[in-house]
């Protein structure tokens, strides 16, 4: 039995729009981190799905002419593809039209109008439906919203959120926990909003439909914000199960407020505990350029998958940017990642040596005789290559925890250049069956690694290596390569773009 779980989520796509390289990207980044922990043994729960209601997307059924529920369902069947042609190990993907999690917001709609924190009264202010947001005029920069987007007036009734009740809890929970948000880079822009006073949340709207209804009260629909962050639970059955609460919520930038903010004081008035952080990472832009689709030069992901290889991109897009930062995507430097760190690197590592085993020592692991310095030198930094990633995925820098697979390549290469084993064949056979063998000892170990990123790939190498199973990290000492196993046939992989 797993006695260690994690639960990671992502956000829920809003169905308005095909998925981009935004989306792809956050669900790359979670994806990694799952199988991560899957490979240390974590009973481990990565849940993704979409946003299907409020105005935006009823906005955008009309445009396509289309029934809302029918346009959700097509809308939300190509995020489901994208998951799966990406290699995405969701556990679930849940739905907000999906009948369970509906009734699950109304149950804690009524949960918060018991404990006092809703109430009903009317709304005057501006609104931002690409956004799905509310704004104070305060706040508003030449007349639109922050992020740039349109604005318009709303008066309506409205249900109210107490949020302002909430603040000095909010402060104080950021204050405890430290790893709450983070980056800490980004701590300080909610820290001020949240001390700069909050006010209480219009939580339901009556000016359109598509949404879930207020109990006992069907002319509101629910703020699509209040439906859309309960996912995380009504995706587990609530508060109980073992997976609350939450290890981690991987979000964009844009959208840490929600889940920092409101989310928090939503579960606090509910009086289910909060989750454990939320990490914001940031936006890619195109050749330089904000990615948009008036600009016409948003990145469809799986295009990009089918010409350069699922493998390639999910290793590129964590590899390229330190997670938290904005990053810039460009053909040339996906094709100059992947080259110099895959193909030349690792790619020509394992051809050369699994090769060179496959004719030079009958096609199976030789017999090691004694390691010197060097050897142990490369076998150590092999062997402790996990517990380093670890410590880096844990504080979610995921690009550094890949470069340490390719710091590992670059040493062995580096080794096979001060024991050239082609040599050692006219005339010391003990030694190039020792280097043959700590070289293989560090492909399988590079190939275990690589299983969170590029699990095809590393399928193939391990599979070059006589390892059929997908192995766990344990086994990386627990099953070390047995002489005279069988090694090849040797295949190409990670070919050069
Ligand atoms: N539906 C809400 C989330 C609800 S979670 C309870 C939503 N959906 S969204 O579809 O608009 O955006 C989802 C995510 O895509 C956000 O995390 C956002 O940061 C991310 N991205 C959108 N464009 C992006 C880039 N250009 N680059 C990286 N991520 C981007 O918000």
Redesign the pocket.
């Given at each position: 039995m797993k006695n260690k779980k994690f639960f990671i989520t992502t956000?829920?796509?809003?169905v308005n729009d095909a998925p981009?390289?935004?989306?792809a990207?956050?669900n790359d980044a979670a994806d990694f981190i799952a199988r991560f922990y899957r490979l240390s043994d974590y009973d481990v729960f990565f849940l993704t799905g979409t946003?299907e209601h409020g105005q935006k997307v009823e906005k955008a059924a009309k445009k396509a002419n289309m029934h809302p529920q029918d346009f959700t369902n097509q809308v939300s069947e190509a995020f489901l593809k994208l998951n799966q042609s990406m290699n995405f190990s969701y556990d679930h993907f849940i739905r907000t039209t999906d009948q369970k999690h509906k009734q699950y917001v109304q149950e804690i709609w009524e949960r918060l109008v018991k404990s006092g924190d809703i109430y009903l009264s009317k709304y005057c202010g501006w609104y931002s439906v690409r956004d799905e947001a509310f704004y104070a005029e305060s706040e508003l920069v030449d007349g639109k919203a922050p992020t740039g987007a349109d604005v318009e007036w709303i008066e309506e009734p409205s249900y109210f959120f107490k949020l302002s009740k909430w603040q000095d809890k909010l402060l104080q929970l950021y204050q405890e926990y430290p790893d709450f948000i983070m980056p800490e880079s980004r701590k300080n822009e909610i820290v001020s909003f949240v001390n700069g006073g909050l006010q209480d949340l219009s939580v339901s709207r009556t000016s359109f439909t598509w949404g879930i209804k207020v109990p006992g009260d069907e002319k509101h629909v629910i703020y699509v914000w209040l439906d859309?962050?309960f996912?995380y639970l009504s995706a587990i059955g609530g508060e109980h199960s073992k997976y609350w609460p939450c290890d981690i919520h991987i979000?964009?930038?844009?959208?840490l407020r929600f889940h920092t903010v409101y989310w928090p004081a939503f579960l606090m008035a509910a009086g289910i505990p909060v989750p454990k952080g939320v990490f914001a990472?940031g936006?890619?832009t195109n050749e330089g350029q904000k990615?948009s689709k008036s600009l016409g030069n948003t990145i469809d992901p799986i295009k990009l998958s089918d010409e350069f290889g699922v493998d390639y991109v999910r290793y590129f897009m964590l590899r390229e940017i330190t997670f938290g930062n904005d990053g810039n995507y460009s053909r040339s430097s996906l094709i100059a990642r992947v080259n110099s760190e895959l193909a030349n690197n690792i790619g020509n590592l394992a051809q050369r040596v699994i090769s060179f085993t496959c004719n030079n020592c009958n096609a199976t692991v030789p017999n090691p005789g004694f390691f010197s310095e060097i050897d142990g030198n490369l076998l150590n930094a092999a062997y402790n290559l996990i517990e380093k990633m670890t410590i880096l995925i844990k504080s979610y820098n995921l690009s550094e925890a890949l470069g340490l697979i390719v710091r590992l390549g670059n040493h062995a290469n580096e080794y096979i250049s001060s024991n050239p084993f082609w040599e050692y064949k006219r005339n010391n056979t003990d030694r190039m069956y020792t280097v043959i063998y700590v070289l293989l000892e560090v492909l399988r170990i590079i190939g275990i690694a690589l299983q969170a990123i590029t699990p095809n790939y590393a399928k193939a190498m391990l599979t070059q290596l006589g390892i059929e199973q997908a192995p766990q990290f344990s086994s990386i000492i627990d099953a070390k390569l047995i002489p005279g196993s069988c090694i090849g046939p040797a295949v190409p992989i990670f070919n050069k773009l």
């Open positions: 956000p829920i796509y809003y981009h390289i935004g989306h990207y956050t946003d859309a962050l996912n979000v964009g930038k844009d959208i990472h936006w890619w990615i």
